[in-house]
């Protein structure tokens, strides 16, 4: 795997993803998942509260990377190399 590359196509991920991330749709579901996320989270002990965000914080890490490697596959298989 050619690291450079590998490096220059996911720093291009948030440029490229910018449009979506700013999208009206994307806004209405971010904001309406936080605000469920805070209302849990305001039923909580202080101590809960932090396990909460310690999962919370494990799993968005866990997706982004899940996004970042299929954006990299996409880019890979786009231009017809393998991925492996």
């Given at each position: 795997m050619n690291t450079d590359l590998r490096d220059f196509v996911?720093?291009?991920?948030?440029?490229?993803?910018?449009?979506?991330?700013?999208?009206?749709?994307?806004?209405?579901t971010d904001r309406e998942l936080n605000q469920q996320i805070a209302d849990f989270r305001s039923t909580l002990s202080p101590d809960q509260a932090l396990q909460f965000n310690r999962i919370l914080n494990c799993?968005?890490?866990?997706?982004?990377?899940?996004?970042?490697?299929?954006?990299y596959r996409g880019f890979i298989k786009g231009v017809g190399h393998d991925v492996e």
């Open positions: 996911l720093d291009e991920f948030d440029d490229s993803m910018v449009g979506y991330l700013c999208s009206k749709e994307y806004r209405e799993l968005s890490d866990q997706h982004s990377e899940v996004a970042l490697e299929a954006y």
